[in-house]
């Protein structure tokens, strides 16, 4: 079984990395969405870090993980 997630990573004002998670995004998701999205959450203030406001993009991926479970 995969889990996938969608990690976006901003900088506050003191240049600190904050990283929000979305566990299964849309498959058919890409960059230019993703970009949009992030660049709303700054112009719009909805998120901050505990050093204050986002500022800017850092960088977004989406991680896949595998799981096996094990038969005990």
């Known amino acids: 079984m995969d889990k996938v997630r969608l990690e976006m990573d901003f900088l506050d004002i003191d240049g600190k990395r904050f990283r929000l ?18 660049e709303d959450i700054i112009e719009h203030n909805i998120f901050e870090s505990n050093e204050g406001d986002l ?18």
Not at 24 to 31: A, F, R
């Open 21 to 38: 998670s979305i566990e299964d995004p849309k498959e058919d998701i890409d960059g230019i969405q993703v970009e949009t999205a992030m």
């Open 55 to 72: 500022s800017d993009i850092d960088r977004a991926r989406i991680v896949t993980t595998s799981i096996q479970e094990l038969a005990i």
